[in-house]
């Protein structure tokens, strides 16, 4: 189970993230997902579609690497890096044409093959400062 877990998550990353192929999102996501994100909860395929959809429209050549892929039970735990230039607005942020480097930690929980939930952490003060902005625009108190 461990290993056909691994391959949904690599799946997602190299097939979605990477190549941006949403349409597998219902074969990799189940309808009631709960995405826990630093900026709000997304559900099912569609709050994962909006997610890639944002990334890929700022960052169209977005690369994401898989570092570490680890698996026991239902859960799959991956660190990962992202790349790609700046060529669209993002968080508030107007494109700058910058390359950056970012990276991030996400543990999945899979059932009956699928995404059933998932927490990610990416480094976004990192991020933005990449783009030469010291916080998110918009948020005159610096918070996250």
Same mark, same amino acid.
């Given at each position: 189970m461990s290993e056909a877990n691994?391959?949904?998550v690599r799946r997602l990353v190299e097939e979605v993230v990477n190549r941006g192929d949403l349409r597998l999102l219902p074969t990799l996501v189940a309808a009631d997902y709960v995405?826990?994100?630093?900026? !709000?909860?997304?559900y099912g395929p569609d709050g994962v579609r909006i997610d890639v959809s944002a990334y890929r429209a700022a960052f169209p050549d977005l690369e994401a690497s898989l570092e570490d892929l680890l698996a026991g039970g239902d859960r799959v735990a991956r660190r990962f890096t992202l790349r790609g230039r700046h060529l669209g607005p993002f968080l508030g942020i107007p494109a700058t044409g910058r390359?950056?480097?970012?990276? !991030?930690i996400g543990i999945d929980r899979l059932e009956a093959g699928k995404l059933a939930e998932s927490w990610v952490n990416v480094d976004l003060l990192g991020l933005v400062r990449q783009l030469g902005a010291e916080r998110i625009p918009g948020r005159d108190n610096g918070s996250w």
């Open positions: 691994k391959a949904v995405g826990h994100e630093l900026i !709000g909860n997304h390359q950056v480097n970012v990276r !991030g």
